[in-house]
C-alpha cells in the first residue's frame, strides 16, 4: 500500500496524464445549471463518469432528475449505454443528490497499467454525455 502522500502524488500524475492525452476542455461545473455537474471519479477499483443534481431544493433536483430520465431512452440509444439512475443517492457526508453515472470496474489509479484504459474510458463517456447534454440542454433547464 501507499501512504497517504505517494497515492496524492500518483493521483496528481494520472490526472495530468489524462490532461496530455485528452488536452480539452470538458464542460463539468459549466453546465449553466446550479448544483448540476459532469464529473470523473476514480479509485483502486473503479472508474466512473457522473451527472450529480446536487439541488438544495429536492423540488428542483427532482425536476431536473425526471428531465433526464425522461431523456434515457434517447441517451442511451444515441449516447451512451449502460447508465445507472439514482433519483436518491446519499453520499458519505450524508446529502441526498440524484446521480446519474457509468462504471469500469476492475481499474484503478495506483495500476499506471490500467491508466490508458480509464483515461479510453473517461473521454468515450464524458465525451458521449457533453454532447448528449449540449443537444438537450435547453429541454432540461426548462423545469418551471
Do not use: C
Amino acid at each position: 500500500m501507499y501512504s497517504k502522500e505517494e497515492s496524492q502524488k500518483i493521483k496528481r500524475e494520472f490526472w495530468v496524464t489524462f490532461a496530455e492525452k485528452y488536452p480539452r476542455k470538458w464542460v463539468l461545473y459549466d453546465t449553466k445549471i446550479k448544483d448540476f455537474s459532469f464529473k470523473f471519479y476514480v479509485d483502486n477499483k473503479k472508474a466512473q463518469v457522473i451527472i450529480d443534481i446536487e439541488h438544495r431544493s429536492e423540488e428542483k433536483r427532482t425536476a431536473y432528475f425526471e428531465k433526464l430520465e425522461a431523456l434515457k431512452n434517447i441517451l442511451e440509444e444515441e449516447f451512451i449505454q449502460n447508465l445507472v439512475f439514482e433519483k436518491e443517492y446519499v453520499l458519505e457526508s450524508g446529502k441526498t443528490i440524484s446521480r446519474i453515472w457509468v462504471e469500469k470496474l476492475g481499474v484503478g489509479f495506483s495500476n499506471r497499467n490500467h491508466w490508458d484504459a480509464i483515461f479510453d474510458f473517461f473521454f468515450e463517456k464524458m465525451n458521449a454525455l457533453e454532447l448528449f447534454y449540449l443537444e438537450y440542454d435547453e429541454f432540461i433547464k426548462d423545469i418551471q
